[in-house]
């Protein structure tokens, strides 16, 4: 198993694995599967790019073997600027789950964000998603009041963990 940044060539890859993402997480992510399927492959060759210059946004993959079976990201919160990073895009094949593959993933990210001197990381997770609610807190999160209808399933709220970076300077 290799974690690594994604490389500005693999939106294809990219493409691949959300929509696997998606298709089997739906309640996990913002955007619905025809949203997702109607993105050009220049968009996401776009979002590879973005992602692997490490500057504003990052995205790790996890690799078996050559197949991408897990990733996760993090970009600075645009209304923010550096001080807060949002945790994006977590998501790890069901076969597996429950190896430590998503907590190193989390880890990588937090990791960044600390990097960039973020003094924050948050997330959102849909509050029903209670293997991901444990896994980020574990992670070190906590749960806020916080909470938004999530975008491609209104009927479903979303609960904003966050997780102070400052701390991990000291």
Known sequence: MVIRQIRSTEGAQLRSI???????????????????????????????AGN???????LYV????GMWVGLAGGMRAPDAGA?????FSMW?????RRQGLGRELVRRVIEWSSMQGADC???????????ARELYTRCGFT???????????????EQRMVQDLRARRT
Do not use: C, H, M
């Open 62 to 65: 996890a690799e078996d073997q």
């Open 83 to 87: 001080q807060s990073v949002v945790l």
């Open 18 to 48: 959300r929509l696997q993402a998606i298709a089997e997480s739906p309640s996990a992510f913002g955007s619905t599967l025809a949203e997702t399927e109607a993105l050009s492959s220049e968009d996401w060759d776009k979002r590879a």
């Open 52 to 58: 692997a210059t490490g500057d504003l946004a990052i």
């Open 121 to 131: 990381i948050e997330l959102w997770v849909t509050q029903s998603n209670e293997a």
């Open 92 to 96: 790890v094949n069901p076969a597996y």
């Open 143 to 157: 749960a806020s009041a916080e909470t938004k209808p999530l975008p491609s399933n209104p009927a479903l709220l």
